[in-house]
């Protein structure tokens, strides 16, 4: 697509649940990277995929964070037994080859609040 | 592991003010990203600097890349009101694989008319 694509752009959900966030990135590139934002806070690394594979995936805070990525495009980042503190906007990039340098580009984030 | 740190955390100007945002890394950067990021949006490319004591200008946007290339500055002249968001610097490192970027806090502009 023209852009990074996220749904769904906003989640409430409640303590204890599951929650599955969907990023589809810009058409061909191959790098795809999460990260996590709190409220009046930085980004947070949390993931890095190269292809369907993640050589980095030294950011995810728990266990109960996993991620995957298929066919080289769309990923998904999966929040198990979800806790208040993972309230955040969960934010996907993507880069056209994932080398230093590459220019990274944001989608406009999933609002995830856990009640 | 690395650590950017950026200051200061708030800055807040009368329309026309020059504004300044410096960012510093622990560790040599291989380059480093500025982004904007407006209330309630998400961070925006501004612009990338990749060598020793690089400077780039957009428009009223000065942005330079320290000697050492561990530190570098955004300097906003004549600030507007459409200048409102918050501006992250992020940097690079060959020893990041994938060309993952450490971010650092941010800097809030506010813009008062």
């Known amino acids: 697509g023209a852009g990074v694509s996220q749904s769904p752009s906003n989640k409430v959900t409640e303590k204890g649940k599951d929650v599955e966030l969907r990023c589809d990135p810009i058409s061909g590139h191959t790098a795809l990277y999460w990260y996590r934002q709190s409220l009046g806070q930085g980004l947070e690394f949390l993931i890095y995929?190269?292809?369907?594979?993640?050589?980095?995936k030294s950011g995810l805070p728990s266990d109960r964070f996993s991620a995957e990525r298929t066919g080289g495009s769309v990923s998904t980042l999966t929040i198990q037994r979800t806790q208040q503190e993972d309230s955040a906007v969960y934010l996907c990039?993507?880069?056209?080859?994932?080398?230093?340098?590459?220019?990274?580009?944001f989608g406009e984030g999933s609002w995830l609040t856990v009640v | 592991g690395q650590q950017v740190m950026q200051i200061p955390q708030y800055q807040h100007v009368q329309e026309g003010e020059d504004f300044t945002t410096y960012c510093n890394s622990s560790?040599?950067?291989?380059?480093i990203q500025w982004y904007k990021q407006r209330p309630g949006g998400h961070p925006v490319f501004l612009i990338q600097?990749?060598?020793?004591?690089e400077v780039k200008k957009q428009k009223r946007l000065t942005f330079q890349f320290g000697e050492a290339k561990k530190n570098s500055s955004l300097h906003i002249t004549a600030t507007q009101t459409t200048d409102v968001g918050t501006y992250f610097c992020?940097?690079?490192?060959?020893?990041?694989?994938?060309?993952?970027?450490?971010f650092g806090q941010g800097t809030e502009l506010s813009v008062k008319p």
């Open positions: 990039a993507s880069s056209s080859r994932g080398l230093p340098g590459n220019t990274i580009y």
């Open positions: 560790t040599t950067l291989s380059n």
């Open positions: 600097l990749v060598k020793s004591g």
């Open positions: 995929f190269q292809g369907n594979s993640a050589p980095d």
């Open positions: 992020a940097g690079g490192s060959i020893y990041n694989q994938g060309g993952k970027l450490i």
